[in-house]
């Protein structure tokens, strides 16, 4: 039995005034009985009102529907006036409910308190997962950071119990697994401050990773705003079986689409072969779908997901479910915009990498490319777990290999560790005895965190810089993102995979064809593994790690330390001057890839992700200056001197001089990272101007930052192939509108560059949630008209934007390019603000614009 919240903190009261009447989300107002879970009695899930407005939408479409479009226009505010259009048109949703992990929980936590209201209008959750770093063992990993982020905790904790959000205390596992075994249900419309929120569709939910403004809206009960998404159907016939997994689905679909082909859409799966995946292989699927820029990706209900439901206490759920199931699967005859089909019974085990995840080989192939590229073929680390791969179905079938190798009297050659998606899951496995299994064949058991998967690893194995290969069953493999070592090439495959790897020591080691020499010296084969989906005892739920919100919340204080490193209070961004903005400097011309991990760096950073003014001490550190090809090296302009990006920021801001970041395409891919948007905008940043925008950035460069009054230009690009350059990214695509694109290994293996060969065809990508994250924090997302002008940017230019004062939807601003020889050149920037997003913009930010109406 879970106790309720009862815990008393002694903080400053942070007082409150609020005039605002909230419009109460669907799942407050239903009359079903059935509560959307058993933390929350007081709610209800309302599939008729979701099966009123798809009725009204198919009316006026007069078209067969697919689930996506079910699910999204099932929760539009006003389905009978919206207007709707994929891939042009705004969407207003009244999403179900919000959940939010502890990095960035703190800033999205941070701007509720500022927007003065009492409390969150739709359920939401804190979960603490990111800010545990593993360095020896998950009990010992665990108590330390309980003591590290202690003002951090009792922060979200006190905040979460006064405005009635619920907190998954530090060790309760991954929010996403959490999220998977307690909240997702199918037609649900989650919305989450992670990028890897998607996880949910594997239970036939719409689940989208956005920034912490966009979770303040929806807490606020403010309608929250979506373009409408174009669907990607994927095809999946046949069945999975032998050493394919669930992983190996995505791997192959990242490979096919690349890391930007489904940007402003969301990835369906479809086909009879869907029925041979489990629920929890769904959702898999669904989680590294951030990986290709999808908005989210789901599939439609079934008995696999009917039973997940049983077996997690919500058979009520599954059973109303059943009643309203036309409603959670496509329509026959629906279209979608683009059809990708996989054969399940002919998809090989694949390994995707290194430093991309869309760079995929099948297994059968990673030792050849690996030789041929000079990428080290010992495996020093092999890593199951994660919020994509730590089912019980993953550790059962990890167990299943690692027994075989004892049976033979193997260990691991390479090191292996173990990340439990949740204390559920750790209390089973143990249970089971899988962890002991895994235990002795060398595993390291870590906390029920995310771990090395976002940086959160004091590794000590290797020295920085020097070359290594590291196997993950992670989502994400990012020069430096595991383990802040450039050099290390980190692969991520399924943890089947991993865990061969891991006893052979070797990356060219495939299990479907190579044999081991047991310690008697005889050959043998790893049989492909096994494991049961589910447990057959139900699962063990193991420590209460959930706190309720207290019924009563007015006694409750928050408490934000003045003098704290931690965490800052924060304040009102400045309204637009209502000039346009003029004589801007070129902050950095950044080359090459740029990720969240570049411009907003997680690791040792996540310890500041409350306090604004000491994280923006990372704001693109990890970006390549074009100038001089270094990290963190830019000219000040102003004193003549090197320095690092945010130094040099804080001397233009304190001097009164605008500035602006120009990028190369696919800028801000990578986590849903909000801080990526708001640092720039804090340290005086205008502008953004990029060939394009990943989704997470473009949302939250976009958004993030309209939503903090910046200017980010995106560049409608001209795409170059050279297939002949090592090894190409981007193969086998559907659609010649979407890129192919060549890689460059650099001599020291640790990174890659874009490589420009010959011109394709023009290729213009708008990245929605890039740019609405952009907006929100005031910040102006902007597309240059002619791709070529990001050749035209010098470092030593000042840039104005000109035609603000008549900002309007579809009208393009102008950029007037001063160059340092007193010549100039003017050129033409598209954006897609509409009336909303405009207001955001005067106002400083979506916050100040709600407070203003207020």
Known sequence: MRKPYSKTFVYGVISQNCPLRFHVSAAFSAKAKVSMSRFEPDTSINYEKM?????????????????????????????????????????????????????????AMLQFISSGLPKVAVPSTIHCDHLIEAQIGGTEDLQRAKEVNEEVYNF???AGAKYGVGFWKPGSGIIHQIILENYAYPGVMLIGTDSHTPNGGGLGAICIGVGGADAVDVMAGIPWELKCPKV???????????????????????????????????????????????????????????????????????????????????????????????????????????????????????INGPFTPDLAHPVSEIGATAKKSGWPLEVKVGLIGSCTNSSYEDMGRAASLAKQALDKGLKCKAQFTVTPGSEQIRATIERDGYTKILSDVGGV?????????????????????????????????????????????????????????????????????????????????????TGDELPSRDFDPGQDTYQHPPAESSAV??????????????????????????????????????????????????????????????????????????????????????????????????????????GDENYGEGSSREHAALEPRHLGGRAIIVKSFARIHGKFQSTERKKHTNLNLQLTINICINDNIISPLYTSLPNTKIPRRALLWLPDGSNYEPVSCCYVSYFHLVSFHTETNLKKQGLLPLTFADPSDYDKIRPDDKISITGLKSFAPGKPLTAVIKHSDGSQVSISLNHTFNETQIDWFKAGSALNRMKELQ
């Open 51 to 107: 099966h009123e407005n798809i009725n009204i939408v198919r009316s006026r479409l007069g078209r067969p529907l697919t689930l996506s479009e079910k699910i999204v226009y099932g929760h539009l505010d006003d389905p009978a006036g919206q207007d709707i259009e994929r891939g042009r048109t705004y969407l207003r949703l009244r999403p179900d409910r919000v959940a939010m992990q502890d990095a960035t929980a703190q800033m």
């Open 156 to 158: 979200l904790a006190t």
């Open 232 to 350: 990607i159907g994927v095809k999946l016939t046949g069945t999975l079986s032998g050493w394919t997994s669930p992983k190996d689905v995505i791997l192959k679909v990242a490979g096919i689409l690349t890391v930007k082909g489904g940007t402003g859409a969301i990835v369906e799966y479809h086909g009879p072969g869907v029925d041979s995946i489990s629920c929890t292989g769904m959702a898999t699927i669904c989680n590294m779908g951030a990986e290709i820029g999808a908005t989210t990706s789901v599939f439609p209900y079934n008995h696999r997901m009917k039973t997940y439901m049983e077996k997690t206490g919500r058979g009520e759920i599954a059973s109303v479910a059943d009643q309203f199931k036309e409603d959670l699967v496509p329509d026959n005859g629906c279209e979608y915009d683009q059809v990708v089909e996989i054969n399940l019974s002919e998809l090989k085990p694949h």
């Open 445 to 529: 058991v870590l906390a029920n965190a995310c771990g090395p998967c976002i940086g959160q690893w004091d590794r000590k194995d290797v020295k920085k810089g020097e070359k290594n290969t590291i196997v993950t069953s992670y989502n994400r493999n990012f020069t430096a993102r595991n383990d802040a070592n450039p050099a290390t090439h980190a692969f991520v495959t399924s943890p089947e995979i991993v865990t061969a790897m891991a006893i052979a020591g070797t990356l060219d080691f495939n299990p479907e064809t190579d044999y081991l020499t047991a310690a008697n010296g005889e050959k043998f084969k790893l049989e492909p593994p």
């Open 557 to 662: 204080q928050v408490q934000v330390s003045p003098t704290s490193n931690r965490l800052q209070l924060l304040e009102p961004f400045d309204k637009w001057h209502g000039k346009d903005m003029e004589d801007m400097r070129v902050l950095i011309k950044v080359k090459g890839k740029c990720t969240t991990d570049h411009i907003s760096a997680a690791g040792p950073w996540l310890k500041f992700r409350g306090h604004l003014d000491n994280i923006s001490n990372n704001m693109l550190i990890g970006a390549v200056n074009t100038d001089n090809d270094a990290v963190n090296k830019v000219k000040n302009l102003l004193t003549g001197d090197f320095g690092g990006v945010p130094d040099v920021a804080r001397h233009y801001k304190a001097n009164g001089v605008n500035w602006v970041v120009v």
